[in-house]
């Protein structure tokens, strides 16, 4: 157990970024289970929705630090390219 004072600050202080850091990779899973749930159901126009909201929120965490942003551009990119190949089947 840290003695100093600015050990126990920087104890505190991690203790407050991993909890906020772990809500927000919490919040960018959900983002990405609902994208690929709504391209499981076929329905285009729901899948852009929720593919936006989720393109948001990746870029969001990824600009707090809390992902690499070439990891966000990665996951991005892998959920936009599973949502148009509805339109690709669709024709």
């Known amino acids: 157990m840290a003695t100093h004072k600015s050990a126990l600050k920087r104890m505190r202080q991690n203790h407050k970024r991993n909890k906020r850091n772990s809500a927000q990779r919490s919040l960018l899973k ?14 285009k126009k729901q899948a852009e929705d929720v593919l936006k909201s989720a393109t948001r929120a990746i870029s ?32």
């Open 30 to 43: 959900t983002a990405m289970k609902k994208t690929l749930a709504a391209a499981e159901t076929k329905d």
């Open 60 to 91: 969001k965490v990824a600009s707090k630090g809390v992902i690499h942003k070439r990891t966000a551009s990665r996951k991005i990119s892998s959920l936009a390219k599973r949502v148009s190949q509805l339109s690709k089947a669709a024709v």
